[in-house]
């Protein structure tokens, strides 16, 4: 097997970006990118993307409208999906663009417009992401999965309204130290606590923002990247889970097995455990999510994820930091985008580049999370550096 | 770059499967490709599913219907996209999880289930696999742009709507022969040139069809190939080629430059060029486009594609016997699962194993093409079987 670096980054402010349409947000992360690393996109030789909708595209085939916008035709590239996780997967399958030898630079890049259509519209389309026969017809939309899975969590192991809060005063904390974030204002636990219920137990600020944006990776065969970059990120631990389409037919609410089976073969690849992670980011879609996703992760005993970020220990200094970019809480969920925006942003904690306040330091190991829908997919990359 | 091969094949009945859902559809091709093999699901390591639209699936991530109905959780299952392509990026993703060493047995299911809406909201569905901003809105959908092609094509070269009527006698021919095929009937020159004319010059039988069903092939590496089959077929060459989003920025409207591009990198890959095919299927989504697509592949000089057909040179016992299986004219479009279907036929043509009157004698090496929306995308395979 082939080694595969990260040896490009770059990514579009998110947020309700008015200013610029699906493709030209994927021209400013792919700029951004290939000015990273000082490559020509006549260099690059593949690329992969990600657009997690048609329905919020407009279109059949929307990853069409990135590879001619940024001029990339005749090159092959194709689209990758799995909803919330399609980003991803665009990584996953540009790792095996590289390991595989057919290509020794690809470009990975994910994308997506979701405010030109007003909120509820977005909810109904994500909400087709369940079951879409059983579940959604009957009025099942995201919030109400979640809000089933903190039930469930609160019931069996006394998890709290004020430790889901927990997580989102701290991803609103890092999210106003990234420029890059779509909501940068940090909050109080009261304020969390007292908005507005969504899907009991879960209130506004419980719940991830709607955002677009765009972001993009260089991947790189060990030849390459060692030429392009002096401490290139390696890629070295992929794992991809699935799960049942109905949250009807799990066994346990508590747990995403999509993401416990894709750790294990994360870990299991790059050879190391959750001890060892210095840094990660995980898909709080919602803030339980980000509970179950500790859990799932071994990050911590199952049910001891709400103490653990009550007691700061997800916070920088703490036992591991995680979304110290914001998470999809704070920084944005642009959907198609979430999973490359992840990889970027461990590579940049890792090369200890990430804003200050908000750089874990000394990040050698580092690991993104990401779900799609409620769990039918989940993604978990583990990235390392060179020793110095 | 390892060497990957083709050791199970399966499909469902194409046709108005108004029995079958997606996930039905999908569960026939996969049970009957196991079977084809004698595998069990699983020995099934990972998944790569096509299905090209979200909006004839009522469902956003629609590749977990598939992955949770053949009971597939919790291993790796990803969706792959690009129209009418789609297939073939699942033909392509799947070699890249086998080639790069991530998995030795790799699963590649296509499916679409088009007749459940109305066939002009089909039509308009995939009218915004073209450009969508500029052209789609307008007025423009496939049999329009399709049209255009052969205005063009008739202008420059003197193709004849005979000739184009003659792929589709061919196509008809064949896909009477095949079992799978949606619409099993002959018929003639007389008929096809008089029948009602959709977008001039193109006239009923100068369409493909709008088609349910699902295609399946199992991947496997060179070891596991070996242990499974006496005498698996490999897949040599892999090219992927895009196309500009608008057909207004094409220089050449008679040429498909992704496919140029795809046909340059399979046939490089291979190390054969198309004196060397015994055997192919093309994307004859309209006639004028089988016509294309011999001309783009290098059967024949630029121009020269309608007197190719006219001389039936390209029956079996001509010069290079194409879409010998009815080809999307006949056996039908399934959008997402064309691209598989074709894997499945070029299989069983090296394998021997097509049916009476359409097996093309000693096949040894087989070719797919396939577009995606008018050449935004299109894939070129090339597929060989060992010397006895």
Known sequence: MGHVAVVGIGQSRFGIRSDASLRELAFEAVKACLEDVGVQLAEVESMVVSVASDELSFALQPSAQVTDYIGFHPKPSFRVEAACASGSMAVRAGWMNVASGLADLVLVVGAEKMTEVPTPIATEVLGRAGDSLWEYPFGMTFPGYYALIAQAHMAKYGTTEAQLAAVAVKNHYYGALNPYAHMRKEITLEKALSSFVVASPLKLYDCCLISDGAAAILLASEKVAKRLRKNPIWLRGLGLGTGSLSLAHREDLTTLGASVEAARQAYDMAGVGPKE??????????????????????????????????????????????????????????????????????TKQLRGEAETGRQVPNAEIGLSHNVGGNGQHAAVHVFGRDKE
Chains 1, 2 share one sequence.
Do not use: W
């Open 277 to 346: 992670i210095d840094v990660a980011v995980v898909h709080d879609c919602f803030t339980i999510a980000e509970i179950v996703a500790y859990e799932d992760l071994g990050f911590c005993p199952k049910g001891e994820g709400g103490p653990l970020v009550e007691d700061r220990q997800t916070y920088i200094g703490g036992r591991i930091p995680v979304n110290v970019d914001g998470g999809l809480k704070s920084k944005g969920h642009p959907i198609g985008t979430t999973g490359v925006s992840m990889a970027v942003e461990i």
